[in-house]
Nanobody
Framework: QVQLVELGGGLVQPWGSLRLSCAAS????????MVWYRQDPGKQRELVARITIGGSTNYAASSKGRFTISRDTAKNTVYLQMNSLKPEDTAVYLC?????????WGRGTQVTVSS
């Protein structure tokens, strides 16, 4: 069974940085696209950034210029570098991987931005 494990969340002050990781139990090239989402209680799940099998990246307007998605295919891991964090970035960050026949979710990692 394919698994995704997110790490790297925590408590950070406004304007701080965090790097999240999403480790897959299979090769990244098994997936068409890998996506970071975030969800805060009471709010709709929001796409943060995504990276395709070809390496193309896309960002939500709220994360563009502050967040960077990248991958290390040797480690089967996707990263989300988050800089200039704001309180409104507080959420559970979830990794999602899409294949031709299904998609896989991690359990998420909590990011809290607060002074």
């Amino acid at each position: 069974q394919v698994q995704l494990v997110e790490l790297g969340g925590g408590l950070v002050q406004p304007w701080g940085s965090l790097r999240l990781s999403c480790a897959a139990s299979v090769r990244l090239f098994s997936f068409i696209v890998m996506v970071w989402y975030r969800q805060d209680p009471g709010k709709q799940r929001e796409l943060v950034a995504r990276i395709t099998i070809g390496g193309s990246t896309n960002y939500a307007a709220s994360s563009k210029g502050r967040f960077t998605i990248s991958r290390d295919t040797a480690k089967n891991t996707v990263y989300l570098q988050m800089n200039s964090l704001k309180p409104e970035d507080t959420a559970v960050y979830l990794c999602n991987a899409l294949r031709n026949w299904d998609d896989v979710w991690g359990r998420g990692t909590q990011v809290t931005v607060s002074s």
